[in-house]
Structure formats: structure tokens, C-alpha cells
């Protein structure tokens, strides 16, 4: 998808097919991430999480990626189905604050055509 | 599973009141409280962080006289939204934090409209 302005970016694509979302983040210092779902009018729903000193972890069905050198994160989402169909945000914290404040990146609507 | 549980999950108000917005966590105990607002079509913006017994840290932007926390409990926060106005409405989330494994837990969320 495209990142323009307020408008959320947008995927879309084929049920079956796999789904690859991005985020980019800039704090260099942030060392944990998560990627949250969120459905109209619910609240964020935790898919996976992954840690600084790693760069793959898988779950069921979904996989985050990171890599620390561009500052960038991937959710990808395998065997797409409409019940995924919601909004997708990465969001990140950082180590040593005491307040462990999650800052949320953009977030991108999925939309999973049957 | 850890859940926290949010009320109400919409409110309509006229404008020039109140509005109270609660965040339990039902089977831990929270050490930290975030409330985010959300417009549509938007991200989660932290609004503020609250620890338990002590004022809460608002964000740059957000007028903390106007969006009064209280973190009472380990268990209880409530953000209310005083003297609110159209520009108000939003959707208000809380997060209930533990840092013993269990992270963040959300609520489901306040559709606040002021008319």
C-alpha cells in the first residue's frame, strides 16, 4: 500500500493468497514490537511480538520480521482469509524507560476479497 | 487469558459535560494505565500514562485539565473527558500494563460522540 497523509494505506487481496504488511518505525532505541489487529469500532487484538535481539518469529499462520538495520518490520499473513479482513498496526517501545509507553505506526486496512 | 474490560463502550453527550470512562483489569493487577484516543481512519495516539497512586504523565498537546486520569487502584483507571465538546468525539482506548509477562492488555474501547 501507499502511506498518504491521514489516509490509512491499503492491501488488498485474494482469499488464499499470502499478505505482506510494512512498517517502518524511526526510533532506533526501541527494542520490542508488536503487531496488533483491530477490527471496526473494537479494541487492538495482539497477534505476535518480537524482541530487538531476533529477526523472524512465526506463530500460526503469521510470521513478523524485523530488520534493525532500516529500522523496518513485516507482518505476513499466510493462507489470507476474510475473517482477517481489519486494520493492522505495528506498534514499539523501547528498554530503560520506566514508562513503557507503546507508540503505534499508521496501520494498514487489510481487505480479503472471497 | 489477561482482559480488561472498558466502559462505557459508547457514550453520547451534550456539549459542556462530563464524561467518565473506565478501565478495570479483571484478573491482574496493572502496573501502568495508557489511554489512547483514536479518529477515524487514524492511529492510536497516546494521550497519557498512569501509574498507580501518582498523576499521570500526559502526552505534549493533550490538556490534562481538561482529560482528568486517576489511577485509584492496581486494577482501576478512569480518564474523564470534562466540559467536552464536538471536537471531542473520538474513540478512547485504555491499555492495562503488567511487566510480569502478561504486556499489554486493551480495552475494547468508548465511542464518545459530543452533540
Known amino acids: 500500500g501507499e502511506s498518504v497523509g491521514l489516509h490509512l494505506p491499503t492491501l488488498s487481496v485474494q482469499e488464499g493468497d499470502n499478505s505482506i504488511i510494512n512498517c517502518a518505525y524511526s526510533?532506533?532505541?526501541?527494542?520490542?514490537f508488536i503487531w496488533y489487529k483491530q477490527e471496526s469500532g473494537k479494541g487492538p487484538q495482539f497477534i505476535i511480538d518480537i524482541r530487538s535481539n531476533m529477526d523472524k518469529r512465526q506463530g500460526q499462520r503469521v510470521t513478523v520480521l524485523l530488520n534493525k538495520t532500516v529500522k523496518h518490520l513485516s507482518l505476513q499473513i499466510a493462507a489470507t482469509q476474510p475473517g482477517d479482513s481489519a486494520v493492522y498496526f505495528c506498534a514499539e517501545t523501547g528498554s530503560g524507560g520506566s514508562n513503557y509507553k507503546l507508540t503505534f505506526g499508521k496501520g494498514t486496512l487489510l481487505t480479503v476479497n472471497p | 487469558g489477561a482482559v480488561v474490560s472498558q466502559h462505557p463502550s459508547w457514550v453520547i453527550c451534550k456539549s459542556g459535560t462530563s464524561v467518565k470512562i473506565e478501565c478495570r483489569s479483571l484478573d491482574f493487577q496493572a502496573t501502568t494505565m495508557f489511554w489512547y484516543r483514536q479518529f477515524p481512519k487514524q492511529s492510536l495516539m497516546l494521550m497519557a500514562t498512569s501509574n498507580e497512586g501518582s498523576k499521570a504523565t500526559y502526552e505534549q498537546g493533550v490538556e490534562k485539565d481538561k482529560f482528568l486520569i486517576n489511577h485509584a487502584s492496581l486494577t482501576l483507571s478512569t480518564l474523564t473527558v470534562t466540559s467536552a465538546h464536538p471536537e471531542d468525539s473520538s474513540f478512547y482506548i485504555c491499555s492495562a500494563y503488567n511487566r510480569n509477562a502478561i504486556g499489554y492488555t486493551f480495552g475494547s474501547g468508548t465511542r464518545l460522540t459530543v452533540v
Open positions: 526510533n532506533s532505541a526501541s527494542d520490542y
